[in-house]
């Protein structure tokens, strides 16, 4: 009799050990598969930041070549504001030089160049 239990003792008990091992596998894989989907997942969130950093420096460097261009234009503006109310003074001084030879301040303003005298190429041929 005491066998009949013994075995029947054993058999529960290894159907318990059974399914307390199956149980143990199945969260030992569970905890391994959410854990390499959260480092997957951390790892995508840091590329991310860092995509996005990148992107925002790259805005920031926009906006100041942006400005640096801006400003430039505003000067050259100023710059041909300047020239041309010259011009017009000059041309109201001069009102009647088309027979005559054109007057220096004319000359001056439509000379005016931002380039180096040397500006242009030497040519051996021109001379």
Do not use: C
């Not at 307390?20 to 790892?43: G, P, R």
């Not at 990148?54 to 400003?71: C, R, Y």
């Amino acid at each position: 009799m005491f066998n009949a239990v013994n075995a029947k003792l054993k058999m529960i008990l290894g159907g318990v050990f059974l399914a307390l091992l199956i149980a143990i596998v199945t969260t030992s894989t569970l905890a391994f598969h959410f854990y390499a989907k959260a480092k997957t997942e951390k790892l995508k969130t840091e590329m991310w930041q860092a995509n996005y950093i990148a992107l925002n420096h790259k805005i920031d460097e926009f906006s100041q070549k942006q400005t640096a261009l801006f400003n430039e234009v505003r000067t050259l503006q100023k710059a041909n504001e300047y020239t041309e109310r010259e011009l017009n003074n000059a041309i109201e001084k001069n009102q009647n030089w088309s027979n005559q030879p054109v007057p220096d301040d004319i000359k001056r303003l439509l000379n005016k160049t931002d380039k180096p005298a040397n500006s242009l190429p030497a040519d051996s041929n021109m001379r």
